[in-house]
């Protein structure tokens, strides 16, 4: 009996597990951005092209994919087999928010990076920032209005942070240093309620650093109250109500007196 | 206003990555057990964990693609494989806009036109000065001076897609503000506002509602949906003890 009960259990957990990717899948977010500037590629899987020409920028939404797997993923030069990033059987995250991104890894290699994605809300009157090395280029600090704000981030890192609404000075230095600048000064907005996403991509040696960015909106907070008020209104000819209140009490006493002298009687 | 940088920091750490050159299954073995439970448990990723990748049954093929209509494929950037046994999904998922590049686009978009005045003339509101204006450090609605209308700026523009917030006093120490009378407004009177470009737009008021502070409608500050004006003051009643009114009195004004 025990052993019967051990094998429903486990065929009930087992039809779960394979059941649950299909509704996973419609939670997932799943982008994939060319971030490899000077040269076009095709994707591959399966050994068949399934996008040709895909340029500098470029972004497909794989979201639908969540939770399958891409046989044999590869990315060539355009137009050649000259296969520029080799990735193998690759498995899509089956839920969450997830950015996808080729890119040159430190020393110059194609690679292919995965990144989540902070989507929660963000509080009233603030947006997110987030900041991530995908340029073969050394270690960098993020220096927002001249204060450092992400120290020594190297290829493949990155950094998140919440901040009020607004625009600031940004540059991008070789880390602890102060000079030269790689990336900058450029004025960044951050909006309320989005979450910028900002690659450093390309080759310093190569001449080609530069950034690539992505938003993701609708995350914001409605104001915690509207206190609109903290006084009465007053009339339409400008006499306060406490005004007319303490006069008709006045009346009101001028009337009862009399009655209380009469009543002494 | 609230505090811009930097004084408003909130780190929340750094995100791992997972990058994958060369074939790497193997490196994938141990994301396996991780990959498995979380669909088990239905759980999304943490913004701590780094992004893995499982790694893949020698066996398994990819799932057919849901299928919804792709939009407009952008010149011949998409390839349409063969029609023949394959293991790819076609189509390859769907393009997006593509990222913006350089830092210039780390600017943003220019705004468009913002506005400045408003009139309600069955309210004797006649030119009145609206100003933009955000939430204060404790995430209320940042309210200006009474003889003036706070249009909440991290929202739309009255008139562009959603839910276009301006808010004015019903009194502040002792002073009328703009909308003390804005319960008395009937179903379509009409708000005029005036922009910063010198344009106007016409709105046609189409509700009046108090709704108790605590259950103010999260609606009324909406980015999408069809445009309208959500006109807010206080209503109901006022507590002298406190300061304050129980309520809220907001008309919904749509474009004429």
């Not at chain 2, 408003?8 to 991780?34: C, M, N, P």
């Not at chain 2, 011949?76 to 913006?100: H, Q």
């Not at chain 2, 523009?157 to 008395?184: K, N, T």
Request: glycine share 10%; proline share 7%.
């Amino acid at each position: 009996m025990r052993r019967l009960l051990i094998a429903l259990v486990a065929t009930a957990v087992a039809s779960v597990m394979f059941a649950l990717p299909a509704s996973a899948q419609d939670s997932a977010r799943i982008h994939l951005i060319h971030g490899i500037p000077g040269v076009d590629v095709d994707v591959a899987v399966g050994g068949d092209n399934v996008f040709e020409g895909f340029v500098f920028g470029d972004t497909q939404d794989l979201s639908s994919f969540a939770g399958a797997t891409l046989e044999d993923l590869q990315v060539k030069v355009a137009g050649t087999d000259d296969v520029a990033i080799d990735a193998g059987d690759t498995a899509l995250p089956a839920s969450g928010n997830f950015t996808v991104i080729a890119h040159l890894d430190a020393s110059g290699t194609p690679a292919l990076a995965v990144f989540e994605n902070d989507d929660s809300s963000t509080a009233a009157g603030e947006g997110r920032l987030t900041v991530r090395h995908a340029a073969a280029a050394p270690a960098v600090d993020v220096l927002a209005n001249g204060d450092v704000a992400f120290a020594n981030v190297s290829n493949g890192a990155g950094g998140s942070l919440d901040l009020g609404a607004g625009t600031i000075s940004a540059t991008v230095v070789p880390t602890g240093a102060s000079e030269p600048v790689v990336i900058g000064p450029a004025d960044l907005t951050v909006a309320e309620g989005a979450h910028l996403i900002v690659y450093a991509v390309g080759s310093l040696d190569g001449d080609s650093l530069t950034v690539v960015t992505e938003s993701i909106t609708g995350l914001s907070t409605p104001p915690a109250a509207v206190n609109t008020g903290n006084s009465p209104v007053t009339t339409a000819s400008g006499t306060s109500t406490t005004l007319i209140a303490a006069l008709a009490l006045a009346a009101v006493t001028l009337v009862a007196v009399p009655q209380v002298a009469r009543s002494r009687r | 206003m609230k505090t811009p940088w930097p004084d408003r920091l909130r780190r929340s750490g750094f995100d791992a990555t997972h990058t994958a050159g060369a074939k790497a299954t193997g490196v994938f073995a141990l994301a396996l057990i991780v990959a498995v439970l979380a669909v088990g448990c239905g759980t999304s990723g943490g913004t701590s964990e780094s992004a893995v990748m499982a790694p893949a049954e020698p066996t398994a093929t990819v799932e057919p693609a849901e299928t919804s209509e792709p939009p407009e494929a952008p010149e011949t950037k998409l390839a349409t494989p063969e029609p023949t046994v394959t293991s790819a999904p076609v189509p390859f998922g769907s393009p997006l806009p593509r990222a913006d590049i350089g830092e210039e686009a780390l600017a943003g978009e220019e705004p468009g036109p913002q506005p400045v005045s408003i009139m309600i003339e069955d309210l004797d509101i006649v030119d009145a000065s609206v100003v933009p204006v955000g939430v204060n450090d404790d995430e209320t609605f940042e309210v200006p001076e009474a003889d003036e209308v706070g249009w909440y700026e991290f929202g739309p523009s009255p008139g562009v897609e959603g839910s276009s917030v301006l808010a004015a006093h019903i009194a502040y120490d002792g002073v009328d503000g703009v909308f003390r009378s804005l319960a008395d407004a009937e179903i379509g009177a009409v708000v005029a506002i005036g922009f910063d470009d010198g344009s106007t737009q016409r709105f046609r008021i189409e509700s009046v509602t108090d709704y108790v502070k605590e259950e103010l409608p999260a609606s009324l500050f909406a980015r999408d949906g069809d445009p309208q004006l959500a006109l807010i003051t206080c209503g109901g009643a006022f507590h002298p003890e406190l300061r304050s009114y129980d309520s809220n009195t907001v008309a919904v004004a749509v474009p004429v």
